[in-house]
């Protein structure tokens, strides 16, 4: 079964704690993996997109990586502004389905 | 910059009434996608159009139904609203085989 899984469900940092956040996917034939922020009663921002193994991503703190079954999002010295859910999503390469995580909810504390 | 708009941001309905959620992006993009998100669940797909009058089913699409009358408005109807089809409804759109970007979203109470 397509599936995708998202580790932990909520993690809660000091300022400045580095740390991971889990994407890990049972879909076959990957065209594409996402990563997503969203802000309480918000739509999902797009971060990312990672296509294939060993590729990585960065944008200010943030740095999304790939294996062949799992993607971490990667936080380094987090701020409180960085406080969100972090939604994971891939994308087969066939049809124009995505498979959405349930999300890890961040909070960055002062 | 991608624009998806959607609507309505809060919407509260009746029992039994027949919803509008109007979505509309300005990219020129093929594929265009209605959510919904409940809490735990994540978001599950209802239905998805590759092209202008062209529609699929995704996941939940009971009780849903969509029109695609033009390439950048993409309409989910709720036939007669029942109180379990209160949720935030998220639109996406997407080039061909890309990134799916997402609207605000519509949060809509059926009382």
């Known amino acids: 079964e397509d599936q995708v899984t998202q580790s932990p469900e909520a993690l809660r940092l000091q300022e400045g704690e580095s740390s991971s956040l889990n994407c890990s996917y049972t879909v076959s034939g990957l065209r594409g993996l996402f990563w997503y922020r969203q802000d309480p009663g918000k739509g999902p921002e797009f971060l990312f997109t990672?296509?294939?193994a060993g590729e990585e991503k960065e944008k200010e703190r943030l740095k999304a990586t790939l294996t062949k079954k799992e993607s971490f999002l990667h936080i380094t010295a987090p701020k409180p502004e960085d406080s969100a859910t972090y939604l994971c999503a891939v994308e087969k390469n066939t049809g124009n389905q995505f498979y959405f995580g349930t999300g890890t909810s961040l909070t960055v504390i002062p | 910059d991608v624009k998806v708009t959607q609507s309505s941001r809060y919407l509260v309905k009746r029992t039994g009434e027949k919803v509008f959620l109007e979505c509309v992006q300005d990219m020129d993009h093929e594929n265009m996608f209605w959510y919904r998100q409940d809490p735990g669940l994540g978001l599950r797909l209802i239905y998805f159009s590759y092209d202008v009058k062209m529609k699929e089913k995704g996941d939940i699409p009971e009780g849903y139904s969509v029109s695609r009358e033009k390439k950048e408005r993409f309409s989910l109807i709720l036939e007669s609203a029942s109180t379990n089809q209160t949720s935030m409804y998220l639109c996406?759109?997407?080039?061909?085989?890309?990134?799916?970007?997402f609207g605000p979203g519509t949060r809509l109470l059926v009382l």
């Open positions: 996406a759109s997407s080039p061909l085989g890309r990134t799916q970007y």
């Open positions: 990672l296509y294939s």
